[in-house]
């Protein structure tokens, strides 16, 4: 292969973000001419942000970009289209209300729309589309069409797919593929992100492994096999264990059974999950995000409905009702978006510290009046206890930084008394010290007695507190095991899709 062939080499690509977040850290990038190359790596490890780099949407804080040998410095994206780069992102970006031919052609020039030309292109790359329907009438497998066409009529030749295949069924992939391949041959490169690792060893040519901003290996796709590129992917420094007692564990409390739940878009997104967490349990859920962990938990946390299954709560069938209901009965939820359903950030922090409790005979007299006094009380009482930082309980909770704010739903959420706490990504955004104090909260919780589900996309977090833990793959379970008795491996491998019993007969 000789150098000419190098069409992208990125050197050294540092990338701080304005609030400070260090996304990469000196990574070396570089793919050829006519071959699909993978973009290997967990969430957050960088993925996109280096794609955004190369196609001009962010602009790296150090280091250097050369394409076709010739060093560049993009100050747009419409500036990396120019050279020949384009990025299809993960949340499609059409215009909804056009026409697909709208979109394609979507401001170029009039005396360049070449309809012509968009059919012959639809005919050699199998990316058809019917150009006078309506975007938003179409399959989402379609649309991505659309997108793709759209890059190959601007003259696109180093086409970045960001995790191209989330949202399509399996038939729409395989085309995908067929199409990808059919562009490879024509000596386009193909820039592929995900986290699948049956798709990049299907699909790719080469992989390159990011891990926490960095660089992890270039491997060569036909030298690669799942054990080492899941490997690779989660390889953990030595995991920093918290104190831990062997769990002590009841009855089951929250029970599962052969759950179905669809997603906003309608399709499957927990697809016949069974599960117990018991008394005195910390039950983990890992996986990369948007497997249906979401999902999972709104249906149990009754803000998604249950197309089929069951779910019970000591015993009391739970299926389909309400939050309310479900407090009442003793579920705690610390969601994962505390911004929309944790707080409500312009009321005080004693509004925040009784929401979902608010219409307590405590809180709330004849007429609907506020009884201040208690409200006040009960709110001192929870920054007490949870070690809030806060000006006062009159102060906005926007003013609280984002590690207090979290206290605070946490605290309310446990004030509660609860014998079930459902909690989504707990420490998200969250400093060290924040951190480590709500994992000790929950672990202690669980020491009382208490059955906790957790879902995170942070492995790390899962591996420390989880007594049990289930990795999530496109809607199911790809195994349940203990933490201790799973290998790096075969988590890496259960999150890329292969199941557990699976791995343990290769
Ligand atoms: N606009 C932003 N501001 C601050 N930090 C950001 C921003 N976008 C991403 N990050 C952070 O930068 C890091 C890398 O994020 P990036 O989105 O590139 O990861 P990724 O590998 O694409 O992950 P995923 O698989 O979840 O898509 C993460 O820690 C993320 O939280
Ligand atoms: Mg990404």
Redesign the pocket.
């Known amino acids: 292969m000789s150098s000419d062939d190098v069409v992208v080499r990125m050197k050294g690509i540092v990338k701080v ?1 304005p ?1 400070g ?1 260090v ?1 990469l850290r000196g990574v070396d990038f570089e793919a050829r001419r006519g071959e699909i190359h993978g973009l290997l ?1 967990e ?7 280096l794609m955004k780099i190369l196609s001009g949407l962010l602009k790296p804080t150090k280091g250097e970009i050369y394409i076709r040998g010739k060093k560049v410095q993009f100050k747009s994206a419409a500036e990396a289209l120019k050279h020949g780069i384009g990025m299809v992102h993960q949340h499609l970006a059409l215009v909804p209300v056009f026409t697909v031919l709208e979109n394609i052609i979507l401001g170029l020039p009039s005396k360049s729309v070449d309809i012509e030309r968009i059919k012959e292109l639809m005919e050699t790359t199998g990316l058809k589309a019917p150009l006078n329907a309506i975007v938003e009438d179409l399959p989402l497998g379609v649309r991505q069409r659309v997108e793709i066409l759209k890059m190959l009529y601007r003259n696109v030749d180093i086409l970045i797919l960001d995790e191209p295949t989330t949202n399509l069924t399996p038939t729409e992939t395989k085309e995908l593929f067929r199409t990808l391949r059919i562009l490879k041959e024509q000596g386009k490169t193909i820039i592929f992100i995900t ?1 699948k690792l049956k798709e990049a060893l299907e699909i790719t040519d080469r992989i390159t492994v ?1 891990r926490k901003g960095k660089v992890v290996g270039v491997v060569e796709t036909k030298k690669a096999t799942p054990e080492l590129l899941a490997r690779m992917m989660v390889g953990r420094e030595v995991i920093f264990r918290i104190e831990k007692k062997p769990p002590r564990i009841g009855e089951p409390l929250l029970v599962v059974e052969d759950l179905w739940v669809r997603s906003d878009l309608g399709g499957w997104a927990v697809k016949g999950i069974s599960f117990k967490v018991h008394a005195g349990e910390i039950f983990g859920i890992a996986g990369v ?1 948007g497997n249906g962990q979401k999902e999972l938990i709104e249906a149990i946390t009754g803000l998604r409905k249950v197309e089929r299954g069951k779910i019970k709560l000591m015993g009391i069938d739970i299926t389909n009702k309400s939050p309310s209901e479900l407090y009442k009965l003793g579920l705690a939820h610390i969601p994962e978006d505390r911004q929309r359903l944790g707080l409500i950030l312009d009321m005080i922090v004693a509004e925040n510290s009784i929401l979902g409790i608010q219409r307590n005979r405590l809180f709330i007299g004849k007429l609907l009046s506020m009884k201040w006094k208690n409200i006040f009380s009960h709110a001192t009482k929870v920054i007490r206890r949870f070690e809030i930082i806060a000006p006062g309980v009159k102060a906005p909770v926007r003013s609280l930084s984002g590690g207090n704010q979290q206290k605070l739903v946490v605290g309310r959420e446990i004030m509660k008394e609860p014998k079930v706490i459902v909690a989504a990504q707990p420490t998200r955004g969250l400093d060290v010290a924040a951190t480590e104090y709500i994992r000790k909260l929950l672990i202690k919780m669980r020491d009382e007695g208490k059955a906790i589900l957790l879902v995170s996309a942070d492995l790390d977090e899962i591996l420390q507190l989880s007594d049990r833990m289930a990795v999530m793959y496109e809607g199911e379970f790809m195994g349940i095991a203990k933490p201790e008795e799973l290998t790096e491996e075969e988590i890496g491998m259960m999150m890329g899709g292969y199941r557990l019993e699976q791995i343990r007969r290769r």
């Open positions: 973000y609030d977040t996304a790596g969430n957050g490890a960088g993925k996109t942000t986290h990011l995000e």
